[in-house]
């Protein structure tokens, strides 16, 4: 590891592996010969055309997306898509149904009221978001145009261990944060999106996966950059795409591959995620927020009993290298975040760090 890099905890934007960032840097004012950094590329021309297809390829590759599935390059954010999931789908029947585990899919469920009838079919808030419902306490209704609910929940640490059966309603899922960390069958799917900023790439990409012929739904007034088929039909390219961060994101697939895939990358998910926890269960000074069969393998959150050792931790720790440790301000205390480009060994130093704060204080 490069001797000035500090071992970055945040949730995002987030670490990415250096091989990805060096590389990126090695063709940063020429690329393979073109003479330019993709920064100064057409979108149109042929050398961007083909990252943008070799990029779209890798992802279809590595997620085993079956061939009646588009995938979209977006610049909406993820937010944008708490808008455009139910301007374009909600028509169909007038109703969906929102799976609220969290602040996001709080957020989505909030946004998608504006445009149609919302069921709950869930809402964690009665104890603080700490935990995922089962399949049995799922409320669902069979004539919904589609179910929301988002797989891991990036501020209090939670992370769905199953995909809800819907019984034919078309599942919607909210990835930013474990998308590629662990084999998804796609094919179970409406539609799943996510910021790269999380797990994939720089800030300023939405990528979207969406099974043909659920477009085409769309509430009359859908602006025109945020209809599915707009974008579909033009492949992404109505528009300037996020030309950097799909380049950036082809060089962080390379990097899934040769790291095992989405199943290497849920081997050190498991690996990570259970040296933290471990270490979090024989403490006396710490305690987890999420509720044992609901941890997120992605984001671990804890605290003390006191505001103030919180603090005391959050500081030495960003003292001894390991920085952006403090939890969002919904749940307060600590969060490690640890997405795919966090090398396992960050979070052994992390586990020794904790061990060491506990004894002292
Ligand atoms: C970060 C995050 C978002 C919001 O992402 P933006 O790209 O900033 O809009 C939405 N959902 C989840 C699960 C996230 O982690």
Sequence with gaps: MNASRVYNFAAGPSVLPLSVLERAGSEITNYRGSGMSVMEMSHRSKVFMDIFQET??????????????????????????????????IGKTGTADYAVTGNFSGLACKEARKYGQISLACDTADRNHSYIPRQEALKRNPDAS???????????????????????VPLVCDMSSNILSMPVDVSKFGLIYAGAQKNMAPAGLTVVIIKEGLQGH???????MMNYKTMIDKDSM???????????????????????GPAGMEKRKRQRAGMLYDVLDSSRLFTGHAEKDSRSGMNVTFRTASEELDAKFVQEAAQAGFVNLKGHRMTGGMRASIYNAMPVEGVERLCDFIRAFEKAN
Aim: glycine letters at 8%; one cysteine or more; a negative charge.
């Design 238 to 260: 109505y528009n300037t795409p996020p030309c950097w961060c799909i380049y950036m994101l082809g060089l962080m697939l390379d990097w899934v591959e040769e790291n095992g």
């Design 146 to 168: 589609y179910f929301y609910y988002c797989a891991n929940n990036t501020i209090y640490g939670t992370e769905w261990d199953y995909t809800p059966e819907t019984g034919g």
């Design 56 to 89: 779209q390829n890798k992802l279809r590759r590595l997620m085993n997306v079956p061939q009646d599935y588009h995938i979209l390059f977006l610049q909406t954010g993820a937010s944008g898509q708490f808008s455009m999931i139910p301007l374009n789908l």
């Design 218 to 224: 769309e509430l009359p007034y859908t602006p025109l």
